[in-house]
Protein backbone atom coordinates (compact mmCIF):
# COMPACT_ATOMS: atom_id res chain seq x y z
CA UNK A 1 0.00 0.00 0.00
CA UNK A 2 0.86 3.79 -0.87
CA UNK A 3 0.43 6.52 1.58
CA UNK A 4 0.40 10.15 0.27
CA UNK A 5 0.99 12.80 3.35
CA UNK A 6 0.93 16.65 3.21
CA UNK A 7 -0.40 17.67 6.69
CA UNK A 8 0.28 16.57 10.61
CA UNK A 9 1.08 12.63 9.27
CA UNK A 10 3.66 14.26 6.58
CA UNK A 11 7.63 15.27 7.59
CA UNK A 12 8.55 17.08 10.63
CA UNK A 13 5.30 16.15 12.35
CA UNK A 14 4.58 14.57 15.78
CA UNK A 15 1.93 13.00 17.19
CA UNK A 16 1.17 9.60 18.96
CA UNK A 17 -0.51 8.41 15.62
CA UNK A 18 2.52 8.68 13.01
CA UNK A 19 4.97 7.91 15.70
CA UNK A 20 3.32 4.54 15.53
CA UNK A 21 2.91 4.24 12.14
CA UNK A 22 6.27 5.73 10.58
CA UNK A 23 8.50 2.73 11.41
CA UNK A 24 5.91 0.97 9.43
CA UNK A 25 6.38 2.60 6.51
CA UNK A 26 9.62 2.93 3.96
CA UNK A 27 11.37 6.17 3.67
CA UNK A 28 9.50 8.81 2.56
CA UNK A 29 10.07 10.47 -1.09
CA UNK A 30 9.12 13.94 -1.93
CA UNK A 31 5.49 14.06 -4.03
CA UNK A 32 3.05 16.28 -5.05
CA UNK A 33 -0.34 16.36 -6.25
CA UNK A 34 -2.74 18.86 -7.89
CA UNK A 35 -5.53 19.78 -5.69
CA UNK A 36 -6.31 22.82 -3.37
CA UNK A 37 -5.05 23.25 -0.22
CA UNK A 38 -6.49 25.16 2.82
CA UNK A 39 -5.69 25.29 6.39
CA UNK A 40 -8.35 24.99 9.44
CA UNK A 41 -7.54 26.54 12.64
CA UNK A 42 -8.98 24.97 16.01
CA UNK A 43 -8.17 26.01 19.45
CA UNK A 44 -4.89 23.56 19.79
CA UNK A 45 -3.39 24.70 16.17
CA UNK A 46 -3.93 24.18 12.86
CA UNK A 47 -5.07 21.43 10.80
CA UNK A 48 -4.50 21.06 6.41
CA UNK A 49 -7.68 20.17 4.40
CA UNK A 50 -6.50 18.62 0.51
CA UNK A 51 -9.36 19.01 -1.74
CA UNK A 52 -8.23 17.69 -5.76
CA UNK A 53 -11.57 18.28 -7.35
CA UNK A 54 -10.59 21.33 -9.63
CA UNK A 55 -7.30 21.64 -8.35
CA UNK A 56 -4.92 24.15 -9.62
CA UNK A 57 -1.99 23.70 -7.43
CA UNK A 58 0.51 21.92 -6.70
CA UNK A 59 0.21 20.71 -3.31
CA UNK A 60 3.69 19.05 -1.76
CA UNK A 61 3.74 16.08 0.34
CA UNK A 62 5.71 12.70 1.03
CA UNK A 63 4.94 9.56 -0.34
CA UNK A 64 5.54 6.45 1.68
CA UNK A 65 5.17 2.85 1.02
CA UNK A 66 4.19 0.69 3.98
CA UNK A 67 6.14 -2.10 4.86
CA UNK A 68 5.15 -5.90 5.51
CA UNK A 69 4.74 -5.12 9.19
CA UNK A 70 1.81 -2.46 8.31
CA UNK A 71 -1.49 -4.68 8.96
CA UNK A 72 -4.91 -3.65 8.84
CA UNK A 73 -5.31 -2.68 12.33
CA UNK A 74 -2.54 -0.21 11.49
CA UNK A 75 -5.28 1.00 8.64
CA UNK A 76 -7.80 1.93 11.01
CA UNK A 77 -5.61 3.42 13.39
CA UNK A 78 -5.27 5.82 10.44
CA UNK A 79 -8.64 6.41 9.27
CA UNK A 80 -9.49 7.00 12.94
CA UNK A 81 -6.86 9.87 12.84
CA UNK A 82 -8.22 11.67 10.20
CA UNK A 83 -12.18 10.76 11.13
CA UNK A 84 -12.96 8.41 8.34
CA UNK A 85 -15.23 5.85 8.64
CA UNK A 86 -15.21 3.93 5.72
CA UNK A 87 -18.65 2.29 6.59
CA UNK A 88 -20.18 5.55 6.70
CA UNK A 89 -18.18 8.27 4.71
CA UNK A 90 -20.84 11.16 4.63
CA UNK A 91 -20.43 11.60 7.73
CA UNK A 92 -16.63 11.25 8.31
CA UNK A 93 -14.19 14.98 8.13
CA UNK A 94 -12.29 12.84 5.84
CA UNK A 95 -12.41 10.48 2.92
CA UNK A 96 -9.34 7.90 1.93
CA UNK A 97 -9.17 7.63 -1.80
CA UNK A 98 -7.09 6.37 -4.25
CA UNK A 99 -5.36 9.60 -6.10
CA UNK A 100 -2.31 9.95 -8.80
CA UNK A 101 0.61 11.05 -7.13
CA UNK A 102 3.75 13.22 -9.07
CA UNK A 103 6.72 11.34 -7.75
CA UNK A 104 9.96 12.21 -9.15
CA UNK A 105 8.29 13.03 -12.59
CA UNK A 106 5.89 9.74 -12.24
CA UNK A 107 2.43 9.11 -11.99
CA UNK A 108 2.10 6.53 -9.59
CA UNK A 109 -1.44 5.88 -7.38
CA UNK A 110 -1.39 6.23 -3.45
CA UNK A 111 -3.60 6.22 -0.62
CA UNK A 112 -4.82 10.22 0.38
CA UNK A 113 -7.32 11.60 2.85
CA UNK A 114 -9.12 14.18 1.28
CA UNK A 115 -11.14 16.86 3.27
CA UNK A 116 -15.05 15.66 2.99
CA UNK A 117 -17.89 18.63 2.51
CA UNK A 118 -17.71 21.78 2.62
CA UNK A 119 -15.02 23.90 4.20
CA UNK A 120 -15.91 26.09 7.18
CA UNK A 121 -15.43 29.71 6.53
CA UNK A 122 -12.27 30.23 9.21
CA UNK A 123 -10.51 28.40 6.63
CA UNK A 124 -7.66 29.98 4.89
CA UNK A 125 -6.90 28.56 1.52
CA UNK A 126 -2.78 28.16 1.57
CA UNK A 127 -0.76 29.98 -1.05
CA UNK A 128 2.81 28.39 0.18
CA UNK A 129 3.52 24.78 -1.98
CA UNK A 130 2.92 23.21 1.95
CA UNK A 131 1.23 22.72 4.86
CA UNK A 132 4.26 23.25 6.71
CA UNK A 133 5.60 26.06 4.23
CA UNK A 134 2.09 27.62 5.49
CA UNK A 135 3.02 27.12 9.31
CA UNK A 136 6.25 28.16 9.59
CA UNK A 137 5.33 31.64 7.06
CA UNK A 138 2.25 32.65 9.73
CA UNK A 139 3.86 31.34 13.10
CA UNK A 140 1.86 28.96 13.30
CA UNK A 141 1.85 25.35 15.40
CA UNK A 142 0.01 22.09 13.64
CA UNK A 143 -2.87 20.68 15.69
CA UNK A 144 -1.49 17.25 17.03
CA UNK A 145 -4.00 15.21 18.18
CA UNK A 146 -4.12 12.98 20.77
CA UNK A 147 -4.48 9.32 19.66
CA UNK A 148 -7.77 8.52 18.82
Given at each position: ?R ?38 P ?15 S ?37 V ?28 R ?11 A ?12
Amino acid sequence: MRFFFYGTLGEGMDNPTIRAIRPKLMPGRPATVRGSLHCIPDRDGWYPALTVAGGESAVEGIIHETRASFTPDDLARLDAYEAFDPADEAASQYVRRTIDVDCEGSLVPAEAYLFNGALPPEARRVEQPSFAAFLAAHGFKPLAPRDP
